[in-house]
């Protein structure tokens, strides 16, 4: 069974440009996870997607920060403007579970964002 | 707010001894616990769970351990292997909300 697939691994950026990640969950997983795990910390849910809505993004800085999930499978997540402590390393997750059920989540390899 | 706590930041153990990693909770509706093992530029990779109907569960070499009372969560690795040596980072969640994870500690083994 292929894992949680994320693009790009790195990417270095100058503050205030624009930058997108990418996530493809493992097949027939129907809730997706954006993570924020910036050094020295443990992961940090940014949003929770279940099939194609938005679950949970109370912690999503919405004035920057973007996510879709436009046909319920594979999923980008953009910063517009970036910031420096936008800098941290950003994972992607996904579960069988439908939202309220507790269940494993299963994690990509994360894209690590650098912003100069 | 730390709801979930890792307070050590690092372990060093002998090969073939027993790991032990704790983590402490402050949240009471939390009723689901995960670990999960980290290595360097690789996504988390989830090790162990336990319900909170449950005081313990073993896989293996690894077990989990749940004191609702205190709060308290501990994974245990016997016997500790060189490849162990990763970030553990223990994670929470309340009627299958999103995951709450501590700061993680780095578990070293040494042969």
């Known amino acids: 069974e292929a894992g949680v697939a994320q693009s790009p691994r790195y990417k270095i950026i100058e503050k205030r440009q624009s930058v997108a990640f990418w996530c493809n969950p493992i097949s027939g997983h129907a809730t997706l996870y954006w993570y924020q795990q910036i050094l020295g910390q443990g992961p940090k849910l940014l949003i929770q997607f279940q099939n194609n809505g938005v679950v949970d993004d109370s912690q999503l800085p919405k004035d920057r920060f973007s996510a879709e999930r436009l046909k319920g499978v594979d999923s980008t997540l953009k910063i517009q403007p970036a910031k420096l402590e936008d800098s941290a390393v950003y994972l992607c997750?996904?579960?069988?579970?439908?939202?309220?059920?507790?269940?494993?989540?299963?994690f990509g390899p994360g894209t690590r964002l650098t912003v100069l | 707010d730390q709801q979930v706590k890792q307070n050590s930041p690092s372990l060093s153990v002998q090969e073939g001894r027993i790991s032990i990693l704790n983590c402490d909770y402050t949240?009471?509706?939390?009723?689901?616990f995960l670990w999960y093992k980290k290595y360097p530029a690789e996504g988390p990779t989830f090790l162990i769970s336990i319900s909170s109907i449950k005081d313990k569960n073993e896989d293996g070499r690894f077990t989990v351990f749940l004191n609702k009372s205190a709060k308290h969560l501990s994974l245990h690795i016997v016997p500790s292997q060189p490849g162990d040596s990763a970030v553990y980072f223990c994670a929470a969640s309340a009627y299958g909300n999103k995951l709450v994870f501590g700061a993680g500690t780095i578990l070293r083994v040494k042969s």
């Open positions: 997750a996904s579960s069988f579970g439908l939202a309220g059920v507790a269940d494993t989540q299963y």
């Open positions: 949240n009471s509706m939390f009723d689901y």
